[in-house]
């Protein structure tokens, strides 16, 4: 199969400071993840003075009274941080990439040559963002967190009518609750996803560990996108539900594990197991001492390891006829 495209989530996790948002990078370029992403936004565009914070916001941050609007204005990334974070991707060997959460943001990252572009969950109701990302021609990666399958069908209906191309359309089955309990994740959604919509499909993963992100590809995902942190103790909306430095570099292992897993589909022996084919099979060999001559039984022939003679598949085929030398017990027949 082909290679699944491992995003590494950093999303706010640099808490707007710029010596963490290179930390970050540096985890996930050792991690051996394909791409780090961060979130593009500037949040008098993306929040109304009024909105509040999510629960898991106010959890996670010591400022329960904070309006959403002022925790996001402290994780801003400028013009020139997102320069100094390309240019430090390109020294560390990891692709860089980030999510545009308002139009503006958009138009930046398009500039900046992004090599396609994710949607968030909470875009995917946004028609004027969605006719903006479909009219630029790139592939789509698109979360869907808190969506049924007509909001997704609205979604890639409007990416496709606004320029888009159905094959260039990736689509992540994602939940939005940070951490996301086990009973919720619902993964057989994904492939629903792909069957009822014919794109590829992936998933985005806010639980607690890595088994899920891994059970993902093994059913079919092309992508995973998981959020990661230095620490999960740090203050911020999303540590808590983030891998720490060793557990992604775990979470690439196994998925890269799992894709050689796959294979090809075709059943057959593989080179590794032949050598143990003899040995571990069967053959028709004699139970106890036979003449030449002696008609064969099922009371003087049994089945016994090794496999290098006549199969017990061809039992029928011997039980009857005469033996045509002497054998000793457990010789092969």
């Not at 959403?68 to 020139?80: G, I, V």
């Not at 997704?152 to 996301?180: F, M």
Request: proline share 3%.
């Amino acid at each position: 199969m082909s290679k699944t495209i491992i995003i590494a989530e950093a999303g706010v996790n640099h808490n707007g400071q710029i010596d963490i948002a290179k930390k970050l990078i540096d985890v996930a370029a050792d991690s051996g993840v394909d791409y780090v992403k961060f979130q593009t936004f500037k949040a008098v565009n993306l929040a109304s003075k009024n909105a509040e914070k999510a629960v898991y916001q106010k959890e996670n941050t010591n400022n329960a009274t904070e309006s959403q609007l002022a925790m996001l204005k402290k994780l801003e990334l400028t013009k020139e941080m997102h320069l100094d974070l390309i240019a430090h991707c390109k020294e560390k060997g990891v692709k860089f990439l980030s999510t545009g959460f308002d139009l503006e943001s958009i138009e930046f990252l398009n500039d900046l040559g992004m090599d396609f572009f994710k949607i968030p969950s909470g875009e995917i109701t946004n028609l004027p963002y969605l006719r903006k990302i479909g009219s630029l021609g790139k592939t789509i990666v698109m979360s869907t967190g808190m969506a049924d399958l007509e909001e997704i069908s609205n979604a890639i209906e409007a990416l496709i009518a606004s320029g888009a191309k159905q094959s260039d359309i990736t689509v992540l089955h994602c939940n939005t609750e940070y951490p996301t309990p086990m009973q919720d994740v619902n993964l057989n959604a994904m492939t629903t996803i792909g069957s009822k919509f014919g794109v590829q499909v992936g998933y985005s993963d806010h639980t607690i560990g890595i088994e899920v992100p891994i059970a993902a590809v093994a059913l079919g995902a092309t992508v995973i996108e998981k959020h990661f942190t230095l620490d999960r103790n740090m203050d911020g909306p999303d540590h808590k539900a983030s891998l720490e430095p060793g557990e992604l570099k775990a979470m690439v292992e196994s998925i890269r594990n799992i894709e050689l897993s796959l294979g090809d589909g075709v059943k057959k022996p593989s080179p590794s197991e032949m050598k143990n084919k003899t040995i571990a099979r069967k053959s028709i060999v004699a139970l106890r001492a036979i003449k030449k001559g002696d008609i064969l039984t099922e009371k003087n022939l049994t089945v016994k390891r090794p496999g290098n003679g006549i199969s017990p598949m061809r039992w029928d085929e011997i039980v009857g006829t005469n033996a045509l030398r002497d054998y000793e017990e457990d010789d092969l027949i």
